[in-house]
């Protein structure tokens, strides 16, 4: 069971921004990282519009982590740092592609990134 999301009364989001936005019952949109310049697929964390809106002026990625309940910005404790280069809707409006340049591990085991490990079997027809 995730928890809600604190979800700021008020945010400073562009409301042309928030309008296009489908959040899930929380509150939430899925954001994916992917390197800007090679196409390599990061992680996916989750935002909020308080998230985006800081993701957006401050040019780092900030999360909302559903397990603590409270906002997290890549790197300030790993010191894996993403910097913004671009951040884009999907035609649906619910979900979020966050273009970084990654310094370090994207992944909180310390792996480049969170898909390294989790290679299935693909048979095709």
């Given at each position: 069971m995730s928890a809600s999301p604190a979800v700021p009364h008020t945010t400073d989001l562009d409301p042309a921004v928030a309008v296009r936005l489908k959040r899930d019952a929380n509150g939430l949109v899925p954001a994916i990282a992917q390197q800007y310049d090679?196409?390599?697929?990061?992680?996916?964390?989750?935002?909020?519009?308080?998230a985006l809106h800081r993701t957006l002026t401050t040019g780092r990625c900030t999360y909302w982590s559903r397990s603590r309940s409270e906002y997290w910005?890549?790197?300030?404790t790993s010191g894996h740092?993403?910097?913004?280069?671009?951040?884009?809707?999907?035609?649906?409006?619910?979900t979020l592609l966050v273009k970084v340049?990654?310094?370090?591990?994207?992944?909180?085991?310390?792996?480049?990134?969170?898909?390294?490990?989790?290679?299935?079997?693909?048979?095709t027809a």
């Open positions: 090679t196409g390599e697929v990061l992680m996916m964390g989750w935002m909020d519009d308080e910005v890549k790197g300030d740092v993403q910097v913004v280069k671009s951040v884009a809707v999907d035609c649906d409006g619910d340049d990654q310094h370090g591990a994207a992944c909180h085991t310390g792996d480049r990134t969170c898909f390294d490990a989790g290679q299935l079997p693909v048979t």
